[in-house]
């Protein structure tokens, strides 16, 4: 059964800081996503990470995987107050029938002034 | 490109009545669609899935005969909460899925419940 974790389920971040967040997965998958979700709104679709050692960068977030480790990571460069909010991981079920997506818990990013 | 719309947005209904959410791909044939459940502060939980023309498939611990789903075309996708109780709100969530994009899947904006 393939399992999600994402750490940390909760940060806070001063702007102009930087920070990662984790997400490692339990079974073999080389497709990963990463989401932002607003509080009240549907998912955000951030990056599509199709293979081992991609890196994607948008802004100030860059996002990477490592199928090797199972790990994919999620950099925020010089935070500002509009990267708050939660963003998920999300990782290709290949033992599903159906291409299932498999979510982490969410990590909810904070960040102040 | 890769629109999904869901309606209604937002929902109130009183305890013991049906409500019924469509999820339908505005641009292109989703051949399947996915229904999530979301509680506050938690992350999304797949409920079922459905295929064009089939039954859908539920995961284990989601009531099939409470969550009646339908996929009777290429472009929508209706699920209906049947005798709704207040443990029932929630915000729900699809997702669709184009014939040649086996992974990508395109999420709607998400159906806001609420029983009283």
């Known amino acids: 059964e393939l399992k999600v974790e994402q750490n940390p389920l909760f940060l806070s971040m001063q702007e102009g800081k930087n920070y990662t967040i984790y997400c490692n997965y339990s079974?073999?998958?080389?497709?990963l996503y990463w989401y932002r979700q607003d509080p009240g709104k549907s998912l955000e679709s951030l990056f599509v990470?199709?293979?081992?050692?991609a890196v994607k960068q948008e802004g100030r977030l860059m996002a990477s995987l490592d199928t090797k480790a199972r790990l994919s990571t999620l950099h925020i460069t010089a935070a500002v107050h509009d990267l708050s909010a939660t963003y998920f991981c999300a990782v290709a079920d290949y033992g599903g029938s159906q291409g299932n997506l498999i979510f982490g818990k969410g990590t909810k990013l904070s960040v102040k002034p | 490109g890769a629109v999904v719309s869901q309606h209604p947005s937002r929902v109130i209904c009183k305890s013991g009545t049906s409500v019924k959410i469509e999820c339908r791909s505005l641009d292109f044939q989703a051949t399947t669609m996915f229904w999530y459940r979301q509680f506050p502060k938690k992350s999304l939980m797949l409920m079922a899935t459905?295929?064009?023309?089939?039954?859908?498939?539920?995961e284990q611990g989601v009531e099939k005969d409470k969550f009646l789903i339908n996929h009777a075309s290429l472009t929508l996708s209706t699920l209906t909460v049947t005798s709704a109780h207040p443990e029932d709100s929630s915000f729900y969530i699809c997702?669709?899925?184009?014939?040649?994009?086996?992974?990508?899947?395109?999420f709607g904006p998400g159906t806001r419940l609420t029983v009283t």
């Open positions: 990470l199709l293979s081992n050692g």
């Open positions: 079974t073999t998958s080389d497709r």
């Open positions: 997702s669709a899925r184009a014939r040649d994009s086996y992974y990508e899947q395109y």
């Open positions: 459905s295929n064009e023309g089939s039954k859908a498939t539920y």
